[in-house]
């Protein structure tokens, strides 16, 4: 079975750009999870996915969207970067809905996105 | 809001010591997970426990589940250059639909 893929690996923006990334989670999964992780920050939710509806979101600023397709297939979206964007982001995908069960999260293997 | 503590968040140890990062909430939770980071890699998920007073071993690691569900604990007996990396726990809050990660460990080894 594939695992969680993410597109593209590395990214370089501008101040100012926005940019899509996408995540396409392990056949099944249907819960899609996005976070931000920073040297020394551990990973911060931006927030969960499933069955096309957003369901969980986390303290970021409306900057940071994403949206969920009928395959399960997740896009992020920022849009006016800031040099504070540059980060790690991290997909993970799972069987079940945050809490609805015991669903273990598959993570993907990043996208790392850098803002000058 | 709701969190996860993780501690330490770092830890230096010697070869063939061992290691322990500990998780606490403020309430009860679900069910606790863990998770490991090599440097340079993503998340991997190693183990989840649910029951009160939980514990489960995988060779070298004991995870442990607190009797209130408020704590749990990674222990790694005789550490390897191969533990390397950064231990996450992450708990669902109950009641909520939510997982909460905690600030990770860092584990870095001396040869």
């Known amino acids: 079975k594939a695992g969680v893929t993410q597109t593209p690996r590395y990214l370089i923006k501008t101040r100012g750009q926005q940019v899509t990334l996408s995540c396409s989670p392990i056949?099944?999964?249907?819960?899609v999870s996005w976070y931000q992780q920073t040297p020394g920050q551990g990973l911060q939710f931006l927030f969960e996915?499933?069955?096309?509806?957003?369901?969980n979101k986390g303290n970021f600023p409306g900057r940071f969207s994403g949206r969920q397709f009928s395959n399960s297939r997740s896009e992020m979206n920022v849009s006016t970067l800031e040099l504070g964007d540059s980060a790690l982001y991290l997909c993970?995908?799972?069987?079940?809905?945050?809490?609805?069960?015991?669903?273990?999260?598959?993570f993907g293997n990043g996208t790392r996105l850098t803002v000058t | 809001g709701q969190q996860v503590m993780q501690i330490p968040q770092y830890q230096h140890v010697q070869e063939g010591e061992d290691f322990t990062t500990y998780c606490n909430s403020s309430?009860?939770?679900?069910?606790i997970q863990w998770y490991k980071q090599r440097p340079g890699g993503h998340p991997v998920f190693l183990i989840q426990?649910?029951?009160?007073?939980e514990v489960k071993k995988q060779k070298r690691l004991t995870f442990q589940f607190g009797e209130a569900k408020k704590n749990s604990s990674l222990h790694i007996t005789a550490t390897q250059t191969t533990d390397v990396g950064t231990y996450f726990c992450?708990?669902?809050?109950?009641?909520?639909?939510?997982?909460?990660f905690g600030q990770g460990t860092r584990l870095t080894i001396n040869p």
């Open positions: 056949s099944g999964h249907r819960s």
């Open positions: 426990l649910v029951k009160s007073g």
């Open positions: 992450a708990g669902t809050i109950q009641g909520a639909q939510k997982l909460v």
């Open positions: 993970a995908s799972s069987l079940r809905q945050s809490g609805q069960g015991n669903s273990p999260l598959h």
């Open positions: 996915y499933f069955s096309e509806t957003q369901r």
């Open positions: 309430t009860t939770l679900s069910n």
